[in-house]
């Protein structure tokens, strides 16, 4: 079963930046397509980006220019750089292994104040 472990969040001014991470376990990391989303409250969850095992990145339009998605193979960790942040990123940010969807991790909050 796969293990995911987000971590990196909290509360940041608006303008300020943070760095997420994502440790996974239980299926073959280097192969995977992993992704970041997001779910503020009383919203549906939304895609944010997304980088495959070549290291190719997509980036949702809203965050194009301030958000980087990375991985470490050998760490079998999936990083978000988050900079330039506003009050629209305010959510629970989760990763996901897109070739075991099913599984998702606790999740960190990022808060944006103004």
């Known amino acids: 079963q796969e293990q995911l472990v987000e971590s990196g969040g909290g509360l940041v001014q608006a303008g300020g930046s943070l760095r997420l991470s994502c440790a996974a376990s239980?299926?073959?990391?280097?192969?995977?397509?992993m992704g970041w989303f997001r779910q503020a409250p009383g919203k549906q969850r939304e895609w944010v980006a997304t980088?495959?095992?070549?290291?190719?990145?997509h980036y949702t339009t809203s965050v194009k220019g301030r958000f980087v998605i990375s991985r470490d193979n050998t760490k079998n960790t999936v990083y978000l750089q988050m900079n330039s942040l506003n009050a629209e990123d305010t959510a629970v940010y989760y990763c996901?292994?897109?070739?075991?969807?099913?599984?998702w991790g606790q999740g960190t909050q990022v808060t944006v104040s103004s």
């Open positions: 980088i495959t095992s070549g290291g190719i990145t």
């Open positions: 239980g299926s073959i990391f280097r192969d995977n397509a």
């Open positions: 996901n292994d897109l070739n075991n969807p099913a599984f």
